[in-house]
Structures are given as structure tokens and as C-alpha cells.
Nanobody
Framework: QVQLVESGGGSVQAGGSLRLSCAAS????????MGWFRQAPGGKREGVAT??????LNYADSVKGRFTISQDSKKTLYLQMNDLKPVDTAMYYC????????????WGQGTQVTVSS
């Protein structure tokens, strides 16, 4: 059974950095696509970054050059967020899907990121 548990959220000032972590169990990175999504208050959930089962990376245009997705051998997914902006304020979710990076199946409970100006 797949379980995803996020951590690392918090409150920072604009220009600051945070690193989110997602502890994944029941996942084989060679078979799963992993991703980070976010949802701001009153907004729709949007994709932030994904890493596919071959290590291919994809980023939303709004975070390119600022955020970096990565994973380690201990089945932890990371999202390094630099130069944070108030518009990055949202609940961030870790997600997983067996196979391709479409219609993610498994979701974590989320971790809140708040960026003040």
C-alpha cells in the first residue's frame, strides 16, 4: 500500500527558501511517477513539478529556475524551493502514480507553505 507523508512546510519571507520532503512507502521509483502539486486558498490544484520513472523532470513555468525536484535512494521525494514569492503560498501535496505522470492516484495530506512580502 502506497503512503505519502509530507513535511518541511512553514512560513518564510519573500526571497527565502524551504525544502519539502515526502516520505514514500510502497513505491518503486523505477515504476512510479512522483510529483508535487499545490493549491492556494480559493484556487485550483496545480502541478508544480514531476519526476518520471526514468528520472525525467518537468516543471511548471512559474517555478522553473527556482524549484528543484529530486529523490533519493531512501524513497524520499524532495522539493527545494528558492527565491520564494508570496504567490507561492499554498498547500503543497506529494503525489504518486504507477506508470505515467497522468491522473495521479496517491496523495499525501499536504504541508502548508506561506510566503510573506
Amino acid at each position: 500500500q502506497v503512503q505519502l507523508v509530507e513535511s518541511g512546510g512553514g512560513s518564510v519571507q519573500a526571497g527565502g527558501s524551504l525544502r519539502l520532503s515526502c516520505a514514500a512507502s510502497g513505491v518503486n521509483y523505477r515504476q512510479y511517477c512522483m510529483g508535487w502539486f499545490r493549491q492556494a486558498p480559493g484556487g485550483k490544484r496545480e502541478g508544480v513539478a514531476t519526476i518520471d520513472n526514468e528520472g525525467g523532470l518537468n516543471y511548471a513555468d512559474s517555478v522553473k529556475g527556482r524549484f528543484t525536484i529530486s529523490q533519493d535512494s531512501k524513497k524520499t521525494l524532495y522539493l527545494q524551493m528558492n527565491d520564494l514569492k508570496p504567490v507561492d503560498t499554498a498547500m503543497y501535496y506529494c503525489a504518486a502514480r504507477y506508470g505515467s505522470c497522468r491522473s495521479f492516484t496517491y496523495w499525501g495530506q499536504g504541508t502548508q507553505v506561506t510566503v510573506s512580502s
